[in-house]
């Protein structure tokens, strides 16, 4: 009927999420996981993650897509920082 929405919820949405990207068991994270826990879960993954990214939610709903790539990169600039700090 015209006017009438249809609400998807966060659970539905990485189900078409998951079948869109034609993956098993995505690696779903919510954003404000802290770095070094989505470094580890990211790992326990396993391969699937380095070539499919991860997906993130912000409080149950689809936020985006992300790539471990990106993360290696937070992860680096986050251990320089460190060192400068020990240093």
Partial sequence: ????????????????IRARLRLK???IVEAD??????????????EKVFTDG???LQEG???GIGQVLDLMHVMTELQA???????
């Fill in 1 to 16: 009927m015209p006017g009438d929405s249809i609400s998807i919820s966060a659970k539905n949405k990485s189900s078409l």
């Fill in 25 to 27: 068991e995505p690696l």
């Fill in 33 to 46: 996981l802290r770095i070094e826990q989505l470094t580890a879960l990211a790992i326990e993954a396993g």
């Fill in 54 to 56: 991860f997906i993130i």
């Fill in 61 to 63: 709903k689809y936020l």
């Fill in 81 to 87: 920082r460190q060192h400068c700090q020990l240093v």
